[in-house]
T-cell receptor, first 111, second 116 residues
């Protein structure tokens, strides 16, 4: 069974600080996605990475897929209160498009 | 962009009754949809893969007779929680993709089920 561990589980920071969230697994994924979820809502896709070593930027967010396609990171620069939410990585592998979600990182950015 | 509508958003039911949750892809066809369950402050747990025109594929530990899935058309999948009990109370979310899903899934807004 594929397992995606995220760290940290919880993070509370001040506005303007930088942070990194990690998503790790012992399994290889054909693609990995990052989502953000707000309370009472479904997750919203932020990015999909498919190539080992790939780096994608989305404004203040930088996503990296590990060379071996077993891990990924999400870096947020100059965090803002609007970045508050539950961040989830999700990976698919084994020739399927069935995504398994990570354990989640709950971020709170204080003004 | 792709939109997935989930209904109802909230439902309260009595123990022993059944509840049906609908998941619709509004502007695209989805041969495959996924159903997830989420406990408070936890991640999403995949329950089953809903396949249009065929039986759903359930994840290990998910009771197929408890959680009935029907995917009768390319735009609608339903999840019925049968003989609901308080421990079935949870946030249920569906997702769908226009293609094979390799470029992301669109999620419904979820259904908060409370069984009393």
């Amino acid at each position: 069974t594929q397992l995606l561990e995220q760290s940290p589980q919880f993070l509370s920071i001040q506005e303007g600080e930088n942070l990194t969230v990690y998503c790790n697994s012992s399994s290889v994924f054909s693609s990995l996605q990052w989502y953000r979820q707000e309370p009472g809502e479904g997750p919203v896709l932020l990015v999909t990475v498919v190539t080992g070593g790939e780096v994608k930027k989305l404004k203040r967010l930088t996503f990296q897929f590990g060379d071996a396609r077993k891990d990924s990171s999400l870096h947020i620069t100059a965090a803002q209160p609007g970045d508050t939410g539950l961040y989830l990585c999700a990976g698919a592998g084994g020739g399927t498009y069935k995504y398994i979600f990570g354990t989640g990182t709950r971020l709170k950015v204080l003004a | 962009g792709a939109v997935v509508s989930q209904h109802p958003s909230r439902v309260i039911c009595k123990s022993g009754t059944s509840v049906k949750i609908e998941c619709r892809s509004l502007d695209f066809q989805a041969t495959t949809m996924f159903w997830y369950r989420q406990f408070p402050k936890q991640s999403l747990m995949l329950m089953a893969t809903s396949n249009e025109g065929s039986k759903a594929t359930y994840e290990q530990g998910v009771e197929k007779d408890k959680f009935l899935i029907n995917h009768a058309s390319l735009t609608l999948s339903t999840l019925t929680v049968t003989s609901a009990h308080p421990e079935d109370s949870s946030f249920y979310i569906c997702s769908a993709s226009e293609g094979q899903g390799g470029y992301g899934y669109t999620f419904g807004s979820g259904t908060r089920l409370t069984v009393v």
